[in-house]
T-cell receptor, first 114, second 116 residues
């Protein structure tokens, strides 16, 4: 039990599909993150929500749309993706504003775009 | 520009020996936090150890210790008495004050293989 749960674990979608990734945390954290992990590249920070407000958006294409309805849930809505978007998508949570608070990660969603 | 540099794409160590994984970082902020994570083949990122920029002593957590050299901007991870289960990817990360300490960036990682 990681405390951060991501669903689904695996997802295969076509370029015209619309799907959503879900993340849920039960750690009482108030900051949530989406990272993308591609082969042979460092983890890329995509979005950060602190106290349910988006505070970071690292020039992510608009085909990725995050949603944070409350401090425990985070979604990543996907539409018209490209094959290069195939990657492991990791959700994480931490205490907002706390420098020594580590990120707690979920197990990730392995996304394949065909 | 890459703020976290891990220069060792892969490392090998004999079981029961110690190994050092390198990490250098770049920041102009006096206040920052450094973290190490382990990622086994299962994909989960596991937090290992934390070092604050103002901490006077090197952090230790069980078999993990952090060799923090502030002037050199390095934060190397030392794993003592390596075990087969230590085989994994290891990532160094830094948190800076921007965005209210909510910005954490990672290095490219080092793949550690422990030989029996």
């Amino acid at each position: 039990e990681t405390g951060v749960t991501q669903t689904p674990r695996h997802l295969v979608m076509g370029m015209t599909n619309k799907k959503s990734l879900k993340c849920e945390q039960h750690l009482g954290h108030n900051a949530m993150y989406w990272y993308k992990q591609s082969a042979k590249k460092p983890l890329e920070l995509m979005f950060v929500y602190s106290l349910e407000e988006r505070v970071e958006n690292n020039s992510v294409p608009s085909r990725f749309s995050p949603e944070c309805p409350n401090s425990s849930h985070l979604f990543l809505h996907l539409h018209t993706l490209q094959p290069e978007d195939s990657a492991l998508y990791l959700c994480a949570s931490s205490l907002s504003g706390s420098q020594n608070s580590p990120l707690h990660f979920g197990n990730g969603t392995r996304l394949t775009v065909t | 520009a890459q703020k976290i540099t891990q220069t060792q794409p892969g490392m090998f160590v004999q079981e029961k020996e110690a190994v050092t994984l390198d990490c250098t970082y770049d920041t102009s902020d006096p206040s920052y936090g450094l973290f190490w994570y382990k990622q086994p083949s299962s994909g989960e990122m596991i937090f290992l150890i934390y070092q604050g920029s103002y901490d006077q002593q090197n952090a230790t957590e069980g078999r993990y210790s952090l060799n923090f050299q502030k002037a050199r901007k390095s934060a190397n991870l030392v794993i003592s008495a390596s075990q087969l289960g230590d085989s994994a990817m290891y990532f160094c990360a830094m948190r800076e004050p921007q965005n209210n300490n909510n910005d954490m960036r990672f290095g490219a990682g080092t793949r550690l293989t422990v030989k029996p």
